[in-house]
C-alpha cells in the first residue's frame, strides 16, 4: 500500500495536434529527490471507436479546440478526484477499485474513462519507480507472469479507413514477422519492408505521405493493390511471403457499416460495392487464399454477431480473428464473445475501458480460455512507451503501435528495444 501525497493534471496535444490529458501522480517515500516516487501518464485517444468503449470526456467549450478541450477536465481531476484520493493508502487494485465506484457508471461517463486511466496508470507508474522496479516487472508481478517475453510487432505499413485519406476501406494494413527472432531483428525485418515500399510507392509515382499511424496512404484503386505492392516489398527485401511474413489487416468494419443509412450492406466505397455479410465473408476468403492473410481485426459490424461468428466458424482454426470494436477490452462482452464464438483473438486497448486493473482481468481471461492477446496503441498516441511495459509484462504474443515512422510510434519500439537489452542482461 503507498500513500499518494499529490496528484497533477494538464491538458496536453496528441499526435493528431488533439488535446489529451497527462496525469502525474506522487507517492510518499521520504526521499529528497521527488521525481523518485512520481508516475506520469499520457492518454491516448481513437479515431476509430467502438460504440461500447468507456467515455473520454472533453470539455465540450466550441472556441477551445473545437470543443476537443480537456483543460477543465484536468482541472476537475485535481479539485473534485484528488482531495478524495489525497492521504490515503492504495494498492493498484483498491485506487482502481475507488475511480471506478466514484464514477459509479457503467462506462466512465461520469469521471470519464480519460481522466480514471491517467490516475490508474499514472500510480502505477509512480509504484514501480518507487519500489525501483521496470513498469513491465511491476505488471508482471500485478498479473502474476513469472516469466516475461517480448511481443512480436504487427506493423502498420499501409493505413486507409478513418486513419488516412488513401480511399481505402481497411483500416490497417500490417506485416507480421513469422520466424523465431528477437524483436530487434524483427523489428530490423519490418523496417526494410517498410522502406522498400516507400520505394516501390516511389517509382509508382504514389504519394509516400503517412497517415495518423505511420503507415503510407497512397491513393490506390483497391485493397489488392495495396496487399500486391505490400508483397512486392517484401520479396524486394530478400523475403518471402507465408515464410518470414504474414500479413494482417484491421477491417475495422464498423466505420464502413451504417445500417440506418444503407440497410444491412457493408459500403466498400474503393471497391464500388455493397456486400451482405455472407459476400464480405466471401470477399475476405480470397483475400487470405491470395495474400497469405493470417490475423483480421474486427471483420464486421460490432452488432454483427452473427456474422462474427460465422466468420469465425469458417476461418477460425486458420488465422487470427481479432475483436476490437466487438469487445473494447470489456470483460462482460469479452466473455459474451467467447461464449458465442465469435473470434479467438482480442485486442487491448487500455483506454478503452479505463483502468489498469480492469484491463489486466481481460487479459487474464484470455490466457485462460487460449485466446491470444494483441496489444495496441491508438490513432491519437503521445510518446508514452507503457503499451510497450505492458506487453512484455503480460507476456502477450503481439503488440500493434503503428509503423517504423512517428516519433510516437517510434518511441514504443525503442522502449522494446531497451526492455529487450535489460532482460539478456
Not at 481471461?365 to 491470444?372: D, I, L, P, S, Y
Amino acid at each position: 500500500m503507498s500513500k499518494i501525497t499529490k496528484i497533477e493534471a494538464r491538458e496536453i496535444l496528441d499526435s493528431r495536434g488533439n488535446p489529451t490529458l497527462e496525469v502525474d501522480t506522487y507517492l510518499s517515500a521520504g526521499k529528497a529527490d521527488i521525481d523518485k516516487n512520481k508516475g506520469r501518464f499520457s492518454v491516448p485517444s481513437g479515431a476509430s471507436t467502438g460504440k461500447y468503449e468507456a467515455l473520454e470526456k472533453r470539455d465540450g467549450d466550441l472556441k477551445r479546440f473545437r470543443g476537443k478541450g480537456v483543460k477543465e477536465l484536468a482541472e476537475r481531476i485535481e479539485k473534485e478526484i484528488a482531495p478524495d484520493i489525497l492521504g490515503k493508502d492504495f494498492n493498484q487494485e483498491t485506487l482502481d477499485k475507488f475511480l471506478i465506484e466514484k464514477d459509479g457508471t457503467e462506462n466512465k461517463s461520469n469521471l470519464g474513462a480519460n481522466a480514471i486511466l491517467g490516475i490508474s496508470m499514472s500510480f502505477a507508474k509512480a509504484e514501480a519507480s518507487l519500489t525501483n522496479l521496470p513498469l513491465w516487472k511491476y505488471i508482471a508481478s500485478l498479473s502474476e507472469n513469472k516469466i516475461s517475453s517480448l511481443p512480436t510487432p504487427m506493423v502498420n505499413i499501409i493505413n486507409g479507413g478513418v486513419h488516412s485519406d488513401s480511399g481505402l476501406d481497411i483500416q490497417e494494413f500490417m506485416i507480421v514477422p513469422l520466424r523465431k527472432e528477437s524483436f530487434a531483428e524483427k523489428l530490423r525485418q519490418c523496417d526494410e519492408v517498410f522502406q522498400n515500399l516507400k520505394k516501390i510507392l516511389q517509382e509508382n509515382s504514389f504519394s509516400i505521405a503517412v497517415g495518423d499511424e505511420g503507415g503510407f496512404a497512397p491513393k490506390l484503386k483497391s485493397h489488392r493493390e495495396a496487399l500486391g505492392f505490400i508483397e512486392q516489398a517484401i520479396e524486394k527485401s530478400g523475403f518471402k511471403l507465408r515464410e518470414d511474413f504474414g500479413i494482417a489487416l484491421d477491417a475495422a468494419a464498423s466505420e464502413f457499416y451504417n445500417p440506418l443509412v444503407n440497410g444491412d450492406k457493408y459500403i466498400l466505397k474503393s471497391e464500388k460495392k455493397e456486400f451482405t455479410s455472407l459476400e464480405l465473408l466471401n470477399y475476405y476468403k480470397k483475400l487470405i487464399e491470395d495474400f497469405s492473410i493470417i490475423s483480421i481485426e474486427d471483420p464486421f459490424d460490432q452488432d454483427d454477431w452473427e456474422g462474427n461468428i460465422l466468420f469465425t466458424e469458417k476461418f477460425g482454426k486458420e488465422i487470427m480473428i481479432v475483436g476490437d470494436d466487438l469487445f473494447v477490452t470489456n470483460i462482460k462482452r469479452f466473455e459474451e464473445g467467447i461464449e458465442k464464438k465469435a473470434a479467438n483473438s482480442i485486442l487491448i486497448k487500455l483506454n478503452q475501458v479505463g483502468t489498469l486493473s480492469e484491463t489486466l482481468e481481460v487479459i487474464k481471461k484470455a490466457q485462460e480460455v487460449g485466446w491470444q492477446t494483441v496489444i495496441s496503441h491508438r490513432s491519437g498516441e503521445t510518446e508514452d512507451a507503457s503499451i510497450a511495459h505492458l506487453a512484455v509484462g503480460v507476456s502477450s504474443k503481439y503488440i500493434k503501435t503503428g509503423s517504423v515512422s512517428r516519433g510516437e510510434r517510434i518511441a514504443k519500439y525503442n522502449e522494446l528495444l531497451r526492455i529487450e537489452e535489460s532482460l539478456k542482461e
